[in-house]
């Protein structure tokens, strides 16, 4: 069992930025793979990006491409999104998840990942 919680949510301006944190507990954090999801109101889950289990691979979606960096703690199971220049269409719960399947090449498929969190808002004022 693993539990996840986020933080670092909030409001803010476009053209901000944000950092989001996922802890992570119960399992050995740096087993599996972890990607960061995001959904708005009414829409589908969307994926944001993900990491292998050092860093080592990162994969993000085209929306956040060079705007958005993920990042991790294995001595602090925490995983991190760095959000930059924000846009209000980036407004949305964001979520992380983590995935035992395949630690080494994650994926962007949100079925393939075994345990979530609750999500944390983030809200792009325009």
């Known amino acids: 069992q693993v539990q996840l919680v986020e933080s670092g949510g909030g409001l803010v301006q476009a053209g901000g930025s944000l950092t989001l944190s996922c802890a992570a507990s119960?399992?050995?954090?740096?087993?599996?793979?972890m990607g960061w999801f995001r959904q708005a109101p009414g829409k589908v889950r969307e994926f944001v990006g993900t990491s292998s289990w050092n860093g080592d691979r990162t994969y993000y979606a085209d929306s956040v491409k060079g705007r958005f960096t993920i990042s991790r703690d294995n001595a602090k199971n925490t995983l991190y999104l760095q959000m930059n220049s924000l846009k209000p269409e980036d407004t949305a719960v964001y979520s992380c998840a983590a995935d035992f399947g395949n630690p080494y090449y994650p994926t962007h498929e949100p079925a393939q990942y075994d345990y979530w969190g609750q999500g944390t808002q983030v809200t792009v004022s325009s």
């Open positions: 119960g399992r050995t954090f740096s087993r599996y793979a």
